[in-house]
């Protein structure tokens, strides 16, 4: 029978001995106020501080949000990258940071859902806590939506990358803008052309930021749906996380069926958003990340719809 090893043991000193031996020191006698109404306010200093400021804020906040969509999960929480500012004249030294994360803390507990109509009553809350004339917010996060196999039917949970900026000023009002990503399949024109058999693929990213009407109500529109059908219906062919051997011959052969260079995929997308009556604005980016190069592939196409207007 094997013999259990012992080892001597060595005898630490206790933890405090320990923390002061890698530095801790005994606290000192503290002479400065604990009363808060007695704490000097270095950020509410009021004199002529040279230049206003666009925006000072806190960024790279995460947090749990609720997210409602028309493709399954229908609600579904996802975790918030978030920006807060307003702006700041000369007079003020600073803003109060805090009370950006305590706003945020009591949306929270009413639940943070992050739809245009929160956005927008947070925003103004914001400016007015803040005793400023204006407020953004800037929300980022993954939209995960369920997709089946084209012949098997299995499903998966795909994702698209989610951006949304709200403005508010108490002059001009609100303006929402939001920006979508989405990978998608491309097969070259051009290979398909050229080669007695097969052709070269690839995947591709579209990218679509988009400015909406002011009396657009995303609770009657999901616009998330909207861009993302934009996006995937005029690829070579969609993306899916479960295939089994029947979606893969009906995938691989639409893509050679509805072949996409990359000026193709920005300009097909953009002729959709172009007919959304709820956008008035957008700008169409795609990269495709060459199988057979080792470069990108890049296109983009920027319309404003209110220039039609003048």
């Given at each position: ?231 995937e219906s005029n690829a070579s062919a969609r993306l899916h996380p479960v295939l089994k051997r029947p979606d893969e011959k009906l995938v691989t052969e639409q893509a050679y069926e509805n072949p996409r260079f990359v000026e193709d995929i920005v300009r097909l997308v953009a002729a959709d958003l172009y007919e959304m009556a709820f956008v008035t604005k ?29």
């Amino acid at each position: 029978m094997d013999q259990i090893k012992t080892f001597p043991l060595k005898q630490l000193p206790n933890k405090e001995q320990r923390h002061l031996l890698f530095g801790s020191v005994k606290p000192i006698e503290k002479t400065k106020p604990v009363d808060k109404s007695k704490m000097a306010d270095l950020q509410n200093i009021k004199k002529d501080f040279l230049f206003d400021l666009d925006a000072v804020g806190i960024a790279n906040v995460k947090h749990p949000i609720t997210v409602y969509s028309n493709l399954n999960p229908t609600t579904q929480t996802s975790i918030g990258t978030i920006q807060f500012s307003s702006s700041l004249d000369n007079t003020s030294k600073g803003t109060n940071m805090s009370r950006f994360t305590e706003q945020l803390n009591y949306y929270h507990e009413q639940g943070f859902i992050v739809d245009f109509a929160t956005l927008k009553k947070f925003t103004k809350e914001l400016a007015e806590r803040l005793e400023q004339k204006d407020a953004t917010i800037i929300v980022d996060f993954p939209w995960f939506f369920e997709r089946k196999g084209p012949e098997s039917g299995l499903s998966g949970m795909n994702h698209a990358d989610i951006s949304i900026t709200v403005d508010y000023h108490i002059e001009h009002g609100f303006s929402i803008n939001a920006a979508l990503s989405a990978l998608i399949t491309t097969l070259c024109p051009c290979s398909k052309e050229i080669s007695e058999y097969s052709a070269h693929n690839q995947r591709g990213e579209v990218s679509m930021e988009v400015s909406f009407t002011d009396d657009f109500n995303d609770l009657n529109i999901d616009w998330k749906e909207a861009l993302l059908e934009a996006a995937e219906s005029n690829a070579s062919a969609r993306l899916h996380p479960v295939l089994k051997r029947p979606d893969e011959k009906l995938v691989t052969e639409q893509a050679y069926e509805n072949p996409r260079f990359v000026e193709d995929i920005v300009r097909l997308v953009a002729a959709d958003l172009y007919e959304m009556a709820f956008v008035t604005k957008f700008k169409v980016s795609c990269r495709n990340e060459e199988s057979i190069h080792l470069h990108d592939a890049i296109a983009s196409v920027t319309y404003d719809k209110n220039h039609e207007c003048k």
